[in-house]
């Protein structure tokens, strides 16, 4: 017979390998006592049981959303019920998931929706909510936004925004070319300001789209829109603050301009409400 041939019961192979382990073991043990003296052996022992100096930077997320940080900033205080979620690419339509009736988050895709309608259009044809309407039509036909997002704006909220003095300063710095829309960024920064859970200065990617940005007398003006529902001025300052912070240090970072004024527009409530935290 050939060697494998052979049968052993496995009750004997079981009993073989536990006095190979045994054995084993024993030899460990006697070396460990023979050369625990050795210095090599108490250097080595020394440096496997430091604690690695960088182990909460292994912790950190590299990467973040400024949706993201406003989450994680909020966590435990209030639960949002609205939420835009800010991406690195302008949105062209509607992502297909909100094409289904039966969707239960009505929240973030009538925000979405407001969002995309105030990218798109273009403030002389505010005059009237039909003109609006006309050119949204226009806008659905060239496939640039779907028909079910335009039926869940509200487009008297939509022109009260350009009737306002805000929106007036929108539309001025519209014509002349000094406006700028859905801008995207990517910036690095610590992770303690980032985040202030975070104790490290780790480099971190904060991204993030801004909503809408102009200059005025030399100096930039930072807008985002709100759909928030059911909510106080104190409330949405309290919401975004951190939001509002984060964007205001990457547009003076990206392009060197002061940032003077920062406003929420509320679509809900039909306002513009300062951000600017006093210096």
Sequence with gaps: YEPQ???????????DDEILADGLRQKAERLYEERKEDPFFISLDEKLDQTYQYALET????????????????????????????VLQE????????????EENGAAIRGTAFHRVMEL???KDTYHTE???????????AGKIKRKAVESVDLFKVRAFYQSEIGKRYAKAYK????????QFILSMPAREALNTYDSDEPVLLQGIIDAFFIENGKVILLDY???RRVTEDILRNRYQRQFDL?????????GMKVAESYIWSFDLGVAIPMMKEE
């Design 247 to 255: 964007y205001k240090e990457a547009i003076e970072t990206i392009t």
């Design 176 to 183: 002349a070319g000094l406006l700028k829309k859905e801008q």
């Design 131 to 141: 003109a609006i309407k006309a050119s949204l039509e226009d806008f659905i036909t």
């Design 5 to 15: 041939d052979i049968f052993i019961p496995s009750a004997v192979r079981a009993a």
């Design 91 to 102: 949105l062209r339509e509607l992502p297909a998931f909100m094409e289904d009736e039966k």
């Design 59 to 86: 912790t950190i997320q590299s990467k973040f959303s400024v949706s993201e940080l406003k989450k994680l900033a909020m966590e435990g205080i209030e639960e949002l019920k609205e939420d835009h979620e800010l």
């Design 226 to 228: 709100k759909s928030d």
């Design 121 to 123: 259009l273009d403030p």
